[in-house]
């Protein structure tokens, strides 16, 4: 498993959400630079599996 923080603006979620084995826990926060509103976990049972979709849930949160 892997979880990346979501920082300073709020992603696409439903981009996101299309990746298989990615749960999104958003604290709730009013975004602003450099505040965590919350990260997201990926899961899989396959360790390649999961560092593809990191890259690919970092590249969505990059672009946020």
Do not use: F, Q, W
């Not at 979880?3 to 009013?30: C, R, T």
């Not at 630079?33 to 919350?38: A, C, D, E, V």
Request: charged share 20%; net charge positive; hydrophobic share 45%.
């Amino acid at each position: 498993a892997v979880m990346l923080n979501v920082i300073g603006a709020e992603p696409d979620l439903p981009s996101m959400l299309n990746l298989p084995g990615l749960h999104a826990h958003l604290y709730g926060k009013l975004p602003r630079p450099g505040r965590k509103l919350g990260h997201v976990t990926i899961c899989d049972v396959e360790a390649s599996r999961v560092a593809e979709l990191s890259h690919r849930a970092a590249a969505l949160l990059r672009n946020c």
